[in-house]
């Protein structure tokens, strides 16, 4: 399948060493970081984060639960062309000769017509998140059979499953996949754990593990360019990187050198003067926080809730912190509480909001059935002028229903 592109424009670490150390004054003598628990930090002294690894020493851990996706459908044959069977005992692989160069096309694997047959539609990548649980990108599996998403699924110890889709969020681009056919190999592999997003740090080295173009297993690195981004949904929150990824890196892994993932690789930016899809080094990932999130509401949900306030909302010219109350929805959450248009909201549940973008990031991390405090100032007028006061004022959202 082929990664997401877009043409906008946005608006905008050191390797520490791991493993044994010699000491140059006895050759015999050897010692762990890890094993020395009395390293005490001097003033203005980092200690070395024992944790970090090398891409090479990370790769054999995690690879194992990377996977190679191919959804699944029903293809015509175009008229006179050659249709093709396989008989049903015969397992093919990915590596079997003829099947990149016969089935690539473009950056996609459209494989050759079978007429009324299940004929694979496009690949990508995913990572197993739990027990024969996998997570990828709703995109590489959307053009399967949309009654039963029959999505085949090929291990790197060369081992085929199929899978069906448990639930899929178009606004974040994620989907979460069960085996149907689980085996005693599938039942051990580890499950990828999430990074805490709250440790990362620009600049630090990241990299990926994916399929891009149907060249498989191919481990690429990068760093970690920016925290934050959104660049289409308002729902996607992505990190920046410039670790090259490709069409067939969708739905799949970008870790840290701790070998957790950070993000989830969705898209990149820009296309060749013919219009296909080029790495320029501006490329996305969902980040690790809200993949988790969306994975968990998938599994136990089969949706994504989402808030709902019921309320636009503008900066303020200048610098000055806060942002504008502009319009209330009839029957919302936001028009049943005590705010107005042009008051200015400055906190939301404590956290600073200067622009409306932190009122986004605050929002979209809110559930519904949360009840939220906004600080507003808000100003009248009287007969010696106007005034402004600040008030305390509580909402309770509720869930915002799809169309």
Known sequence: ?????????????????????????????????????????????????????????????????????????????????????????????????????????????????????????????????????????????????????IVQIYTFKYKWY???????????DLAILELINPDENSDAVEPLK?????SWTLGEKLFAIGHPHGLYWTVTEGVLSHPHRRVSSPWQWLIQTDTSVNPGNSGGPLFNMRG????????????????????????????????????????????????????SVRNRPGDDMGIIVDELSEESPASRSDLLPEDIITYADDVPINTTYDFFIWFTQKMPGDKVVFKVDRTTENRDGPQTFSLNITVLLEELQEE
């Open 1 to 149: 399948m082929l990664l997401r592109t877009i043409t906008n424009s946005i608006i905008g670490a050191s390797l520490l060493f791991f493993g044994s150390v010699s000491n140059a004054g006895d050759s015999n003598a050897t010692w762990s970081w890890a094993a020395n628990t009395n390293l005490t930090a001097q003033p203005g002294q980092r200690l070395p984060d024992l944790s970090y690894q090398t891409t090479e020493q990370l790769v054999p851990q995690v690879i194992n639960s990377v996977v190679i996706i191919t959804s699944m459908g029903v293809q015509e044959a175009a008229p006179g062309s050659v249709e093709r069977t396989t008989p049903e005992s015969e397992e093919k692989t990915p590596e079997d000769d003829n099947s990149v160069d016969e089935f690539l096309e473009e950056g996609s694997f459209n494989f050759i017509k079978i007429s009324n047959h299940l004929a694979p539609l496009g690949q990508g990548t995913g990572f197993f998140i739990g027990k024969n649980v996998i997570l990828t990108n709703h995109h590489v599996i959307e053009n399967g059979v949309q009654d039963e998403y």
């Open 162 to 172: 199929k899978a069906r889709v448990i639930a899929a969020d178009e606004k974040t």
């Open 194 to 198: 999430f990074a805490d997003a709250d």
């Open 260 to 311: 957790k993932v950070v993000g989830v690789n969705v898209l990149l930016l820009g296309r060749t003067e013919e219009g296909n899809p080029v790495d320029s080094g501006l490329n996305f990932a969902v980040r690790s926080d809200l993949a988790e999130h969306v994975a968990e509401e998938l599994r136990v949900y089969k949706r994504v809730r989402r808030p709902r306030m019921g309320m």
